[in-house]
């Protein structure tokens, strides 16, 4: 790897770190970016999802204030975070060559999250307005939806976040930035626990690993701290960019 090649990705790890603790879709940054140095899909994956633990957390660490008052919800709604994390990173270690198939299409859904990102959010906040009288920690289905977010994160990962938010923002009585703080921690234990499944039977590349971590963990605290400033469309944009860039390698 050449020295322009562990900045691009160290950097590509910065702006993941930044738009998972803001948007949840970094993902679609650092994935691109590795399939473009000619790094097999697996392999990328699966370093990603180890290197990108770090920023999670930091953006959780961020978020703390926002945490306040929310351990009972939180316990209860992590033990679905790390069951999906597994089976999600079970699936893919079990039929790995089927990960290279439809990844295409996980991006391509991945990429429609995104886009009807702002759509999502007006229909969750005018949800989160108009209910009123839900337990404290949230409707009957919220478990069951995360769990199926975490599958979807242990396998792949990408606009996890934007579909935490949406099951969060509908399911739980809570202000949307006390939701974004659950997030954080509960996106952290489905790559966390992922990650724990990948080092002990996957194939890692720890030097990518390194690289998206050290960035990963900047652009954690970038985004708990400035983040929330930067405009979403931007954000948005360069994702989009990025995602269609990946197609274009993938389908070529």
């Known amino acids: 790897m050449s020295p322009l090649e562990a ?7 910065v ?4 738009i998972n603790t803001v948007v949840g879709s ?25 290197g990108l633990v770090p920023g999670s957390v930091a953006g959780a660490v961020g978020y703390r204030r926002e945490l306040a008052g929310q351990r009972s919800r939180l316990l209860r709604l992590a033990s679905a975070s790390l069951l999906g994390g597994v089976v999600g990173g079970v699936l893919l270690l079990w039929r790995p060559d089927a990960f290279e198939v439809v990844v295409p299409v996980l991006i391509g859904l991945a990429l429609v999250l995104v886009v009807a990102g702002p759509r999502i ?11 009123g009288g839900l337990p404290a920690r949230g409707a009957w289905w919220v478990w069951p939806l995360m769990f199926g977010c975490g599958v979807y994160g242990g396998y792949f990962g990408a606009a996890q976040g934007v579909l935490m ?10 202000t949307l930035q006390r939701l974004n ?62 995602a269609l860039v990946a197609l274009v390698i993938l389908l070529t």
């Open 165 to 174: 938010m949406a099951v969060l923002g509908i399911g739980v009585d809570e």
């Open 181 to 242: 703080g659950l997030k954080n921690v509960l996106a952290a234990l489905v790559n966390g626990v992922a990650g724990v499944l990948f080092v002990l039977v996957a194939e890692v590349d720890w030097q990518i690993v390194a690289l998206i971590a050290v960035g990963a963990v900047v652009g954690g605290l970038l985004g708990a701290s400035i983040g929330r400033r930067l405009p979403p469309a931007v954000l948005r944009a360069v994702i989009v960019v990025v």
């Open 26 to 50: 970094g993902t679609l940054i650092t994935f691109p970016t590795l399939l473009a140095f000619g790094v097999p899909p697996v392999t990328a994956n699966v370093s990603n999802t180890i």
């Open 15 to 18: 702006a993941a770190g930044t």
């Open 7 to 13: 900045g691009l990705i160290a950097l590509a790890g």
């Open 121 to 131: 959010s007006a229909w969750v906040a005018r949800r989160h307005a108009a209910v």
